[in-house]
């Protein structure tokens, strides 16, 4: 079984807190130390020292300080050396203007964050078996 490294860009601590203590058990996935703000994950990408150690996937949350949701991916995506990074953006509602913008600049699906442990394991399966 391949191991998927996930890196979760979520300023909101109770969040992370889901995200990880639901997710934790999984076999199937390895899950990276939380960034706060797309700064952060910047800071933690410059730091790889090649492409083996990027993360595999990222999930990014829309409301962020310093660079929003949106404003990481865009420049996730418009930066060669991060741009063959899967990602997806999830947030507290997911309307239909944010689907959009977030498709458009490379999204591989946008999602409301999920309110029980069952919801975060479908939402990462989804989102692993879309990247495949």
């Known amino acids: 079984m391949s191991v998927m490294k996930i890196l979760l860009a979520e300023d909101d601590v109770d969040d992370r807190e889901f995200f990880y203590s639901f997710l934790k058990e999984r076999l199937d996935i390895e899950l990276l130390p939380a960034v706060e703000n797309g700064v952060e994950l910047f800071e933690y990408l410059g730091k790889q020292m090649d492409s083996s150690t990027f993360p595999g996937a990222i999930i990014l949350d829309q ?19 991060y741009a063959h990074i899967p990602v997806m953006m999830y947030t507290t509602y997911a309307e239909e203007n944010l689907v959009q913008r977030s498709t458009n600049a490379g999204a591989i699906m946008v999602m409301e964050k999920p309110t029980t442990e069952e919801n975060y394991n479908n939402m990462v399966n989804r989102f692993i078996e879309v990247i495949g």
Do not use: A, I, V
């Open 63 to 81: 409301n962020m300080p310093k660079l929003n949701g949106l404003q990481t991916l865009q420049m996730l995506k418009e930066n060669p050396r």
